[in-house]
């Protein structure tokens, strides 16, 4: 036999076996019927890896052999989801749920029973899987609906996830959203083996699969035992997903995934509710975590008709499972200092059970909810957590007061930074004022004063931000510019190249507009609008920090707590110090009446953003178009003078239509650009 021939056979007996691995996954994980043993599994499985590092140049992307790890990764890259990854509305009882069959009827106009597809709320993390002709080319986490992260080779170590799909007919791109979680028996069986090898016990379930899936080392995400449910199809080339709900659970079924179980289509919302109480009897004998149901419109047309509203769909909602309660005593209360500098009161517990984690700290929110429960230090309390949720106090028990229960008071300073707390008549939360000064909040505040809105300073990310604080190296955002390169090229990190980009970089952004220099600050409630609207008002720094509440309050758009805020942030003489700081390092921007002079052709334009670009981000094009005085906002009015829309516009687009507003696409959007700079 020759050495072709023996290439040949190897290529052939490679392909069976990745043939039988995938088939018997799809057995065991989506059919639940598996049809060899473990054993059996692991020789097809080593035989195959044998074959593979004999001829490597034969291994592929989407073999069975992918899912073993691969050498672990600097950091995620983020990815933008093509359509966004939206929350649910919740409904937290029987009357919730029948309101929002109402407002379905109402908005549809019908008074007929409607169907839904009903189906288990798993507590997990969800993911987005991207196929492109068949096979899986990038998988990323929910993140922040809009954005999230890279987590290709962490998904493929996960069996029950298809490599490549099953059926001969599918569209050429297809996202598959789902629920990675890990089961009961798999969480209790890793955490022994945590606690067996000296490492971080996790509180439940869902941290567990968090936790795994977002390792940086595929080969630790390989050990653990997850799996993956999948909901819904996002983005689809073709219209082949443009049918029932319950008839997408199906064709995804056939395609090799693994959908969420005991799904069912009830007629109406009163089947929605049978299904409710049946689950909620079945919840504590399921194989994982669950807390709560989702019931979707299972009609497609329907449910482009609802559209959505906001991050949510208007066509479904979150039935909550009710959390479970225990009684134990709160022992102290301390004030714990967030990131943005809401003082949130704390309340250290006799350890207690509750769904099966040991509770020792509750959230007791803010003060207006400390006086609403008349909540005291040594009181009997009920505990409730559902979920991943922290704790809550949800009732004090009278009965059992004891004598030396005290009444519960708001710090005058702040217990990190000493600096004044401050509490607004018209909001809950008491807050630090020592913004740019406080321990507890530097860490964030000088990631938000490097993001690219703010100072933009680029290479300064988050974990190199974080690694100068806990290195001591800096405190405060003025730090940043007596970086050292000697010291920097010293850090894990960093080398002498990445030292001198980064002090480049620091330089640079010295050249910044006093909106920026306004919105990198990080007063409460002062986003870029907010910033730009008080540059364009005063036209110089002074005249803000001078400024009464009265005066603020006549910027476009700032209101009395936004004004309120500004001028406290501006009176902390810490804040002050800081400032006059970065000034002296030479932090400066153009004189902005001068700016202000300048003809701005768009300043007329009240633009709406919607769909998907190609060739610009929606930031960036946002940004282009505020410069040149378009106003941006995110819902079509009367009011709106232009609508861009990119790929897969939605409802923006339709109601621009009806009130027959001028719309654009993209490459309308660089003819624009080009003809008015």
Request: net charge positive.
């Amino acid at each position: 036999m020759t050495k072709h021939d023996f290439k040949k056979n190897a290529e052939l007996e490679i392909k069976e076996l990745r043939e039988q691995l995938e088939k018997h996954n799809y057995q065991y994980y989506v059919l639940d019927d598996p049809s060899v043993t473990d054993s059996e599994y692991d020789k097809l499985f080593r035989k195959l890896q044998k074959l593979e590092e004999e001829n490597p140049e034969l291994k592929t992307l989407n073999s069975p052999t992918t899912r073993i790890g691969s050498a672990p990764l600097k950091s995620f890259a983020e990815v933008t989801h093509k359509k966004p990854m939206l929350s649910l509305g919740n409904a937290f009882g029987d009357d919730e749920v029948l309101a929002f069959d109402k407002r379905i009827k109402d908005r549809l106009k019908i008074n007929t029973d409607i169907e839904y597809a009903c189906e288990l709320k798993l507590d997990g993390l969800a993911v987005s899987l991207l196929y492109e002709n068949g096979n899986l080319m990038r998988a990323a986490t929910r993140g922040d609906g809009v954005v999230g992260e890279d987590i290709t080779q962490n998904i493929k170590t996960i069996r029950s996830v298809p490599l490549k799909l099953r059926s001969e007919k599918f569209p050429k791109n297809l996202e598959v959203r789902g629920e990675v979680c890990m089961t009961k028996n798999a969480f209790i069986s890793l955490n022994k083996k945590q606690m067996a090898e000296g490492k971080k016990i996790f509180a439940n379930p869902r941290n567990a699969a968090a936790g795994s899936l977002r390792q940086l080392d595929s080969n630790i995400t390989a050990q653990r035992e997850l799996a993956i449910f999948c909901y819904d199809a996002g983005v689809v080339s073709d219209n082949s997903f443009d049918i029932a709900h319950d008839k997408v659970l199906e064709k995804l079924k056939v395609l090799g995934l693994p959908i969420v179980p005991h799904a069912i289509v009830a007629k109406n919302i009163s089947g929605c509710l049978e299904y409710y109480k049946k689950m909620l009897y079945k919840r504590d004998t399921l194989s994982f975590e669950i807390d709560g149901l989702v019931y979707k419109v299972n009609n497609y047309r329907l449910q482009q008709e609802l559209g959505f509203v906001s991050r949510a769909p208007r066509f479904a909602i979150a039935h909550k499972f009710p959390a479970k309660e225990e009684i134990t005593q709160i022992k102290a209360i301390d004030f714990q200092v967030g990131r943005t500098g809401a003082l949130t009161p704390v309340a250290r517990l006799e350890p207690v059970n509750v769904a099966g984690v040991i509770v020792q700290n509750a959230t007791l929110h803010n003060m207006d909810e400390i006086e609403r429960k008349d909540i005291r230090v040594h009181d009997y309390v009920i505990i409730k957590r559902a979920g991943d949720v922290i704790p809550e106090v949800v009732s004090v028990v009278k009965d059992k007061r004891p004598k030396n229960a005290n009444k519960i008071y708001l710090p005058e300073e702040c217990p990190v930074c000493n600096s004044r707390v401050i509490l607004l008549e018209n909001e809950a939360v008491a807050r630090c004022s020592g913004g740019l000064y406080c321990k507890a909040q530097r860490i964030e505040n000088i990631k938000h004063f490097a993001s690219r809105k703010a100072m933009n300073i680029e290479g300064l990310g988050d974990k190199i931000v974080e690694l100068l604080v806990n290195e001591k190296i800096i405190n405060h955002v003025d730090d940043l510019y007596n970086l050292k390169k000697d010291r920097l090229s010293k850090l894990e990190r960093l080398g002498d190249k990445s030292a001198e980009n980064l002090l480049n970089a620091l330089e640079k952004s010295k050249q910044t507009t006093l909106a920026k220099f306004i919105y990198a600050l990080g007063i409460r409630e002062v986003g870029e609008a907010g910033a730009r609207n008080l540059a364009k008002h005063f036209h110089d720094l002074e005249k803000i920090k001078k400024a009464t509440v009265e005066d603020l309050q006549k910027v476009t758009d700032i209101g009395p707590t936004t004004a309120e805020y500004i001028y406290i942030f501006f009176r902390e003489e810490h804040n002050e110090k800081i400032i006059h700081s970065l000034i002296k390092y030479g932090v400066t921007w153009p004189d902005e009446k001068k700016a202000a002079a300048k003809n701005l052709p768009l300043k007329n334009e009240t633009i709406i953003l919607t769909g998907t670009l190609v060739n610009v981000t929606r930031e960036e094009a946002k940004e282009l178009l505020q410069n040149l005085g378009a106003k941006i906002t995110q819902s079509v009015s009367n009011k709106t003078t232009l609508v861009i829309a990119g790929e897969n516009a939605g409802s923006k687009l339709e109601k621009a239509k009806k009130l027959n507003i001028k719309i654009i696409d993209e490459e309308g959007l660089q003819k624009l650009l080009t003809n008015v700079v």
